[in-house]
């Protein structure tokens, strides 16, 4: 079965919210994680990346969070602006392939 | 620097059909891998290649699908006597090293339609 999840499969926001995606994982010897956007039509885009030995990692306008011990993640969108709208995948490196979750589809409302 | 490139981006096959599937990776990069995701689904790994190599196919169904990579031209995802539960969007993406990390980028995907 998919070792990694997402909570919540709507997120609805206002234009200027932040915005909070989670995803849950089950493997507890994951060492490298990432977050994809995908918007409708479109392949995945990559946004940011964090290895097991960080706890945070920051971007533009982006923050990934890991907690190893609950094995939980989640990527922070500050001020959310309607181009964020998309789906949004978080995904377990495994060194040759990616294991999905199923995708929070985010919403920016202006 | 082209991206990835698919094509086609939609094809419609008719069931029994033949389906081939084309990925053409970045400029330098000799990894290539593809996924497959149902609607409403995240993506799911199919095959791992490298130039005229398959190193992991173990998302491949065992029948009807089949992939290559050769020395020269794009990598080539084939399904033969398709079904319409293989309508789905294909997503190939290249790398220049082995693994799927922040220089892996992924194309734009085929949508197959199977009727």
């Known amino acids: 079965g998919e070792s990694v999840g997402l909570h919540l499969p709507t997120l609805s926001v206002q234009e200027g919210d932040n915005s909070i995606i989670n995803c849950a994982y089950s493997?507890?010897?994951?060492?490298?994680f990432i977050w994809y956007k995908q918007e409708s039509g479109k392949g995945p885009q990559f946004i940011i990346d964090?290895?097991?030995?960080?706890d945070k990692r920051q971007g533009q306008r982006v923050t990934v969070l890991l907690n190893k011990t609950v094995k939980h993640l989640s990527l922070q969108i500050a001020a959310t602006q309607p181009g964020d709208s998309a789906v949004y995948f978080c995904?377990?490196?495994?060194?040759?392939?990616?294991?999905f979750g199923k995708g929070t589809t985010l919403s920016v409302s202006s | 620097n082209a991206g990835v490139m698919q094509n086609p981006r939609h094809l419609v096959r008719r069931r029994g059909q033949e389906a081939r599937l084309r990925c053409s990776p970045m400029?330098?990069?000799?990894?290539v891998y593809w996924y497959r995701q149902l609607p409403e689904e995240g993506l799911k790994f199919m095959v791992y290649?490298?130039?005229?190599?398959?190193?992991?196919e173990s998302g491949m169904p065992k029948e009807r699908f089949s992939a290559e990579f050769p020395k020269e031209g794009p990598s080539i995802l084939r399904i033969q006597q398709v079904v319409r539960g293989d309508s789905a969007a294909y997503f190939c993406?290249?790398?220049?090293?082995?693994?799927?990390?922040?220089?892996?980028?992924f194309g734009q995907g085929t949508r197959l339609t199977v009727v």
């Open positions: 993406a290249s790398s220049r090293q082995r693994s799927m990390n922040t220089e892996a980028f």
């Open positions: 290649l490298q130039k005229e190599n398959i190193i992991d």
């Open positions: 400029k330098g990069h000799s990894h």
């Open positions: 964090i290895r097991s030995n960080m």
């Open positions: 493997n507890s010897a994951s060492d490298y």
């Open positions: 995904a377990e490196n495994m060194r040759t392939a990616l294991i």
